[in-house]
């Protein structure tokens, strides 16, 4: 006889396949709001006749309203549940993305935009607290690697769609299909996702209160430690995105087609690196994967800053680059399982405070890509490094990888 540990042990392998496919469709819709709309950053420099520093704000606003709208639904999910948040959120991103759509200035889309982020915030962060729900030990790393795998692609891929998108339809029509993407979550949450947290388990022994799930999560120095980890990653990872439209297209002479082919190849280093993870916690613990991958991450953005330094032109930029996304991949799904493993009671509240202080600190950290230039992968490939350096500042000096508890079964 098999002992049921957590929930998700009981679902048939069909059963846990449409989980990942339905959870990883609310996952992507935060990253596809933030990215789809890259390539047409040159086009809406021109249109709206503003500096790209102008049109970078814009992405910087979303992923700002990302951040923040996961901070209020995240405590709200542990409090009624996971299916409501997800559903009004949704249909908020759908309103901001018809807004968005219609804008006929720079400064009233990038209100929307904000607007959009807060609304696209609630997908990722309950479907990360579902997996928490339903899953523990070996399995919780398992679901969580395909749910990574998904937030660290989705972002590489949006723009390859974006870019395709933007052969038929204007900037516009890319917000246009933004809605119906927000419009078919809000439709598969109503009609196909069942609570994952029933009322009984609302309050526990995390505490009722949204102050003391607070507390939980914030006085553990594992979490706060991967917590800035996965920030810093994350924030590299959006200083190549907010560069690359320009450093690919007006630096070295991409259209947006080519630029669209070079995400698609990119994205094979997220898929690698978190395929990858996934099998390595088999026999290493998360914290001494992220021992190596943070290490990865700092020599590939060196390497980059260096080759630019010696112009060795577009491949000096392109295979380090590729090396660095494959180690954001292989980092991202350490940080969440590390992350959300101690706080089942919390992990609605715990999920958000994750997912916020990545797009919080991207949102900050990434325009200073702009502020440095981008007449080269130099100012770029500085950011990176300096992200990956507190990255790995914050493992040994704050997560201390001896002191993290083995996973359960």
């Not at 409090?79 to 759509?101: D, E, K, N, Q, Y």
């Not at 479907?127 to 937030?151: E, N, Y």
């Not at 994205?267 to 998360?286: E, K």
């Amino acid at each position: 006889m098999t002992t049921v540990l957590h929930p998700g042990d009981a679902l048939s392998g069909r059963r846990r396949f449409f989980y990942v496919i339905i959870l990883g469709a609310l996952v992507a819709l935060g990253p596809f709001t933030i990215d789809l709309y890259l390539p047409a950053f040159p086009v809406l420099e021109a249109e709206f006749d503003v500096p790209a520093a102008a049109i970078q704000l814009t992405l910087t606003g979303t992923t700002l309203g990302f951040a923040l709208g996961q901070l209020l639904v995240g405590p709200l999910s542990d409090r009624v549940g996971r299916r409501m948040p997800i559903i009004i959120a949704s249909s908020v991103h759908v309103l901001a993305c018809v807004g968005a759509a219609v804008a006929p200035e720079i400064w009233s889309l990038g209100v929307f935009r904000v607007v959009q982020g807060m609304g696209a915030a609630a997908g990722g962060v309950v479907a990360m607290a579902m997996v928490r729900d339903l899953f523990g030990g070996r399995r919780l790393v398992v679901m969580l690697s395909r749910l990574a795998l998904v937030s660290g692609l989705a972002p590489i891929i949006a723009p390859v769609i974006g870019s395709q998108l933007l052969l038929v339809v204007d900037w516009r029509g890319i917000f246009w299909v933004l809605a119906a993407y927000g419009a078919l979550v809000v439709t598969v949450v109503s009609l196909w996702i069942s609570e994952t947290l029933p009322k009984e388990r609302r309050s526990g022994a995390g505490g009722s209160g949204v102050l003391q799930r607070y507390r939980n999560v914030l006085t553990d120095p594992i979490f706060l430690g991967v917590a800035l980890i996965g920030g810093m990653t994350f924030s590299g990872l959006f200083s190549y995105l907010s560069a690359s439209s320009f450093l690919f297209q007006q630096v070295y002479g991409f259209d947006a087609q080519q630029y669209g082919i070079l995400f698609a190849i990119n994205s094979l280093g997220i898929v690698a690196g978190t395929q990858l993870s996934a099998r390595l916690t088999r026999w290493f613990g998360p914290q001494w994967i992220l021992a190596v991958s943070t290490v990865l991450l700092f020599t590939c953005a060196a390497l980059i800053a260096l080759f630019s330094v010696l112009d060795l032109g577009l491949w000096g930029t392109l295979v380090p680059l590729w090396f660095f996304i494959a180690s954001c991949g292989l980092t991202f799904p350490c940080v969440q399982v590390l992350a959300l493993n101690a706080h089942g009671h919390e992990a609605g509240t715990a999920a958000s405070l994750l997912g916020a202080g990545n797009f919080g600190m991207a949102g900050l950290v990434s325009p200073l890509v702009g502020v440095l230039g981008i007449d080269s992968a130099t100012p770029m490939a500085t950011v990176m490094g300096a992200t990956a350096l507190v990255s790995i500042l914050s493992l040994w000096f704050v997560v201390r990888p001896k002191r993290v508890p083995a996973l359960g079964h």
